[in-house]
C-alpha cells in the first residue's frame, strides 16, 4: 500500500492511497484542471480512480469534487451532513456513509472518525489494507479519546501542524478568525499534534507527516521541532506536505518497518 498528496493547505487538499488497483482520492480542493495536472505529477489519471471520499464541506477539501465525479463518473462516498451541502452539486454516483460504520472499497476498508470542527458532519479516516493502516488526521481543532483510539496503530500518519498558537496570536488574522481557528472546533495546532503522538502506538510507524501547514501561522520548523520531540526522531524522519506538491508517494512495507526499527534501536 502506498499513499501521497497532491496538495495540503487552506488553498486545497488531496490525499491518494493506493493497494494494487484500488486506488482512492481523499478530498479535492482544485479545479478540474488543476487536479489532472496535480494528479498526472504522481503518475496517475482521473481513470485510476475507483473514488473520492470527502472529509468535509470546506471548500479547501470539497472545491473539485463535483466537476471530477461528473466528468469521470467516480462514486463519491461522504457522510450525511457533508452530503447535503449544496455546493457538491449532482454526483452520479452519491454513497452516503454511516460515519460510525467501517465500508469497502476494492481491496481496502475505511474507518470514518467523527472530528471536532466547525462543518455539519466531519469524517477523517483510517485506511487498512489487512497488512498496514494509514490515518489522515486534519481539520480538526481538538483531540478525544475516541480519535486516539482510532488512530492507535498506524504505520503511515498524515496529521495536522496548523498553526503555532504565537505566531497565530500575533500575526495578521481578523480577531474572529483568530478565535475559530485557535477554538475547539477549528484546526490542530503543533503542541496539540506533537501531544497526539505522544498518546499513540509508534513502534510500528514508518511515515509522519505534517499537513494542513498554515501559510501565515506556522512555520516548518516549528511544526518539525515538535514532531520530533514527541517522536524522539530527527527533522529527517518527518516528511513535509507542502500546498505546491503535497508530498511524494510513500510505500509501507515490512522491509520499512524492519529498518525502522533498526534506526530506533
Ligand atoms: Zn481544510
Ligand atoms: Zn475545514
Redesign the pocket.
Known sequence: MRFCSIGSGSKGNGTLIQKGDTCILIDDGFTLKEFENRLAQKGLTPLNLGAVLIT?E?S??IKGVGPLARKYRIPVYCSHGTAQHEGLGTIPSLQVIDSHCDFQIGNLTISPVVVP?D?REPTQFVVTDGEFTVGILT?LGSLTPYIVDKYRYCHGLLIETNHDVSMLRRGPYPPKLKVRVEGPLGHLNNEQAAYFLTQIETDQLQYVVATHISGQNNQEDLAIGNICSALKCDADDVIMANQETGFDWCELTFQQQLDNKKTLA
Open positions: 468535509h470546506h479547501d477539501h470542527h462543518a481539520d
